[in-house]
């Protein structure tokens, strides 16, 4: 049996290709912004929510005490996946307890117009001249 040897810098850029790889796939995304309604202006969640795109916002149950709601809301349906569209939903910030804030939500197949996401742009509409 005839073993070819292997020359060491060939195995040294194998084992830096193997953990390169594995280092890629151990490192996580980029996490999601996470903010408390109850401890934050809807000025300051509806702004955050801007720079961001999408966040998640805790806010506390209004029927078990102590307990922590929370749900991911966008600034647009940019940030929603395919066939979702945006929803106008509210949160209770510090300052306002209806502050209003939008969520992505699943289009039925039923509804009879399309989601806006979903629309195609029109591209003469932000060209239109204003009389």
């Not at 929370?70 to 502050?99: L, M």
């Amino acid at each position: 049996m005839i073993r070819k040897h292997i020359n060491p810098a060939r195995r040294f850029l194998g084992a830096a290709m193997a953990a390169s790889v594995m280092f890629a796939v151990a490192v996580p995304a980029q996490a999601i912004e996470r903010m408390r309604a109850d401890q934050n202006t809807c000025a300051k969640i509806q702004e955050t929510l801007q720079n961001e795109g999408a966040m998640v916002i805790q806010y506390p149950s209004t029927r078990v005490a102590g307990l922590l709601l929370y749900d991911r809301y966008v600034s647009s349906c940019a940030f929603c996946e395919p066939g979702e569209d945006v929803s106008a939903v509210t949160v209770p910030a510090s300052d306002n307890p209806e502050c209003v804030v939008q969520r992505c939500v699943r289009f039925d197949a039923g509804q009879e117009a399309a989601p806006a996401c979903d629309a195609p742009s029109d591209p003469g509409r932000d060209n239109q001249s204003q009389n």
